[in-house]
């Protein structure tokens, strides 16, 4: 993982800035339980892929951090990424290429895309591998990484984000995968409870 020898982080800082900076429930949707999920799932993947871990936590901790609202906030992604450059420094201190990286995946991390370095898509796919909180199951086909495409590994993101607790996080296999765990079908939206 180039570029993570000289990385700092002064988490319990960055933390207490953005909660004083954070617009709405801190608790919500888009708050802090939402990037501790990203954050473990970009961790995972990243064991298997070698995305940079350094970019891959400050994405999880930075990419809603300047939402609106809970709602479809397009710009969102561009704010954190113009937010980012005045953190790097008092908050943390990524080399130029990471802090790059960072910015692109916070900017870009709601557009659907899927084409980037792997530390980027391992941000992204950090992200999706979320989405059944707000009752849409991640599709297997948007997703970046073949780690996150592994069934298992899919199934216990799926099952974390909807509060689900797994016995443990499954060894990632990157052999190719089909379909979607489970026999639920992939990119639908479904409801919570009865």
């Not at 479809?72 to 790059?100: C, K």
Request: include cysteine; glycine fraction near 10%; aromatic fraction near 8%.
């Amino acid at each position: 993982m180039a570029g993570t020898e000289f990385f700092r982080l002064d988490k319990p800082k960055l933390m207490r800035f953005l909660r004083s900076e954070f617009r709405f429930d801190w608790h919500g949707i888009h708050g802090a339980a939402h990037w501790a999920r990203v954050r473990l799932n970009g961790l995972v993947i990243s064991t298997a892929n070698g995305a940079r871990t350094d970019v891959v936590e400050l994405f999880a901790l930075l990419h809603d951090s300047q939402r609106r609202h809970d709602g479809r906030d397009r710009d969102h992604g561009a704010r954190a990424a113009d937010f980012i450059a005045g953190l790097n420094g008092p908050y943390f201190e990524l080399d130029a290429t990471g802090l790059d990286m960072l910015i692109y995946a916070c900017r870009h991390h709601s557009d659907g895309m899927t084409e980037a370095d792997v530390t980027i898509q391992t941000c992204w796919d950090a992200d999706r591998l979320d989405l059944a909180r707000v009752g849409i199951w991640p599709d297997p086909g948007r997703l970046c990484t073949e780690a996150a495409r592994t069934p298992q590994f899919l199934d216990a993101a799926i099952r974390r984000s909807l509060g689900q607790r797994s016995a443990s996080w499954p060894t990632i296999s990157t052999a190719p995968t089909e379909g979607c765990p489970s026999g639920r079908t992939s990119g639908r939206r479904f409801r919570l409870g009865g």
